[in-house]
């Protein structure tokens, strides 16, 4: 080890967390930052060599561009060429929180972000750690979530560790995600409000605010944008089979096999308590939302033949449970729209 650096590893050690993800930041790494909805994988957005680092890092086409994560609106307005009135009521209602909105971009932000794009995707997320840590940076950060591409999301520091923990320095520890999926990502064409990705805000709440949205599909030839990158392909999967139905039906399709259960409100009988994970015993949705992911990985490393899981109900953050069940099912043959 070298002097300088035998320096630096003595200054970190003394440092708070929220320092230590400053300085780091600011020197050019790229760390594992806590938000409410998943961890990210964070880097400077106007350095290309950490940019660079958490494509590799991820495992990520470039292809598939970052969603930038600022403090406030008014840093988001100092990116984009202009701010769609219909994305201010959106981001004055559910800033700061789970909500990305995409944007025509200004020259502030690099094409390598957008990957070519000219729309940047903005949010500002809520959790207060990575709120206090972005408004003690001059730059803001570029975060996927902190997975190997199309593997399920981190929604704690032991996710992002066994996943990623050899190739990052440094994961700034935020506790359990609250809202447990990705953002949800909302654009605009014309007067027309368009769900990119279902997400940790229902469509019936943005619609509370804007009125009725559409939801974004390939088919519809009208769209002047192409699709959200990533977000039609297989996506989110364990690395054990997962098939998701009704559990009844599953239980006897695979009585020979292994099997971790995944369950809404109940446990099914017949399968040892070690192998299940019950998401919300009260039966609220939020709640299923916020341990999916964590469900989800604890039943992957439990080395079984097969995991199931049922669909839930079909609103609210149901509908973004299901969305991302049926794409991490890797059983089941499916036709991208
Ligand atoms: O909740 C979240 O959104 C988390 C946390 C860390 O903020 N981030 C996240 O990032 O889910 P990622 O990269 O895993 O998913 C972002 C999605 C990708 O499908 C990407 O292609 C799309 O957003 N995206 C990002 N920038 C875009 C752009 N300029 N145009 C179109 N799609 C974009
Ligand atoms: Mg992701």
Known sequence: MTIKSKLEKEQLTSMSNLAKASYLLRSGSVIAIPTETVYGLAGNIYNPDSIKQIYKIKQRPYTSPLIVHTCSLSRAEELVAEFHPLARVLAQRFWPGPLTLLLEKNNKVPD????????????????????????????????????????????????????????????????????????????????????????????????????????????????????????????????????????DTLLKKYSKRSLGVLAYKTPVEGITKKYQVVVSRKGCLKEAAKNLFSALHYLDQLEVDQIIAPYFPNYGLGITINERLSRADNVTKRIDL
């Open 112 to 247: 390598y972000i957008t990957s070519g794009h000219s729309r940047v995707a903005v949010r500002v997320p809520s959790h207060p750690m990575t709120l206090e840590l972005l408004r003690s940076l001059p730059f803001p950060l570029a975060a996927p979530s902190a997975n190997p591409f199309g593997y399920i999301s981190p929604t704690t520091k032991e996710h992002v560790r066994k996943q990623l923990g050899s190739k990052i320095r440094f994961i700034l520890d935020g506790g359990s995600t609250h809202c447990g999926l990705e953002s949800t990502i909302v654009g605009f064409e014309g007067e027309r409000v368009i769900i990119y990705r279902l997400g940790g805000i229902a469509q019936e709440t943005l619609e509370e605010v804007v009125g009725e949205i559409d939801r974004y599909v390939k088919a519809d030839v009208q769209h002047k944008y192409p699709p959200v990158p990533g977000a039609t392909s297989r996506h989110y999967s364990p690395n054990t089979q997962l098939e998701v139905g009704n559990l």
